[in-house]
């Protein structure tokens, strides 16, 4: 359920939302709840290429398919998936272990 939450927003911050708001054709809240949606997701992604939280909750937490956010993380240059090093480290491991 929405929430209502008091806000103040600095004078330049104002200015960027008039100029999205216009921009987009949209009510100034819609570009305010758009930078917000924005910097939530990138925040959650970035929490999860830490392990931080798993992308399953990610989509949840968004209302987005998993496969938009892994292309939203490629866009944005937030590695998801296993590194290179961790790929290599895990199969040195595991031919140590056979």
Not at 24 to 47: C, M, P, R, V, W
Request: charged share 30%.
């Amino acid at each position: 359920m929405p929430q209502v939450q008091p806000l103040r927003i600095d004078e330049d911050m104002l200015k960027v939302i008039e100029l999205r708001s216009k921009d987009e054709h949209t009510s100034k809240t819609t570009a305010i709840k758009q930078f917000l949606y924005n910097g939530a997701e990138e925040y959650l992604l970035k929490l999860c290429s830490q392990g931080r939280i798993s992308i399953g909750r990610v989509a949840e937490l968004l209302h987005k398919s998993i496969y938009a956010l892994q292309e939203s993380a490629k866009q944005k240059g937030i590695g998801l998936g296993i590194t290179a090093k961790a790929y290599n480290e895990s199969k040195k491991f595991a031919k140590e272990l056979a």
